[in-house]
């Protein structure tokens, strides 16, 4: 059975690890709080966004996606 990825939960996960304040990482990524709380309740992203989220967070998100096996 495949595992379903949820990016938001992911994302909050690793900001959390990194040590940075959601008010911090909503300055950087140029949005709100607000947004920043739908980001991590999010099952999908735009990529332009989840690039700029993994350069920011020196982690690559987009990894979850590329090693997924449509056919598994």
Not at 5 to 29: V, Y
Not at 34 to 61: A, C, M, P, R, W
């Amino acid at each position: 059975m495949k595992q379903q990825i949820f990016i938001g939960e992911l994302i909050n996960r690793k900001l959390s690890e990194h040590g940075m304040s959601k008010s911090e990482f909503a300055r950087r990524i140029g949005c709100s709080r607000g947004t920043v709380y739908n980001i991590f309740n999010s099952k999908s992203l735009d990529i332009e966004l989840l690039i700029h989220i993994s350069e920011i967070l020196g982690y690559d998100f987009t990894e979850h996606y590329r090693n997924q096996n449509p056919e598994s």
